[in-house]
């Protein structure tokens, strides 16, 4: 499994990026997908997760209504548009593969972390 994500950058308050993931070596189709952040002396968080299809996705709770998850099977890409960017959004944020745990569709992440694409928002 090879994941790369690219498109983070530095932002202003209320503005906006866009992430992508591009995933390779393995089946992207057959695998839920998510977006994780961690910032300077925190733990890694789970901010938005899609189910294999994007019938289905959960968001957490600080980014809802302001974070979209999406993907596309086709390019093998994934993707998490973030609106009204706030400074408690600077993190790095990376990507990986899901398989279900926990009895969600999402849960236990299968790849090593990569380098991940580092998102600071200026206030």
């Known amino acids: 499994v090879q994941l790369v994500e690219s498109g983070g950058g530095l932002v202003q308050l209320g503005g906006s990026l866009r992430l992508s993931c591009a995933g390779s070596r393995f089946t992207f189709s057959s695998y839920a997908m998510s977006w994780h952040r961690q910032a300077p002396g925190k733990g890694r968080e789970l901010v938005a997760a899609?189910?294999?299809?994007?019938?289905?996705?959960y968001y957490a709770d600080a980014v809802k209504g302001r974070f979209t998850i999406s993907r596309d099977n086709a390019k093998n890409t994934m993707y998490l548009q973030m609106n009204s960017l706030m400074p408690d959004d600077t993190a790095v944020y990376y990507c990986?593969?899901?398989?279900?745990?926990?009895?969600?569709?999402?849960?236990?992440?299968?790849?090593?972390w990569g380098q991940g694409t580092q998102v600071t928002v200026s206030s």
């Open positions: 990986n593969a899901e398989i279900p745990s926990g009895g969600r569709w999402f849960g236990m992440q299968i790849a090593s």
């Open positions: 899609i189910s294999k299809f994007s019938l289905s996705t």
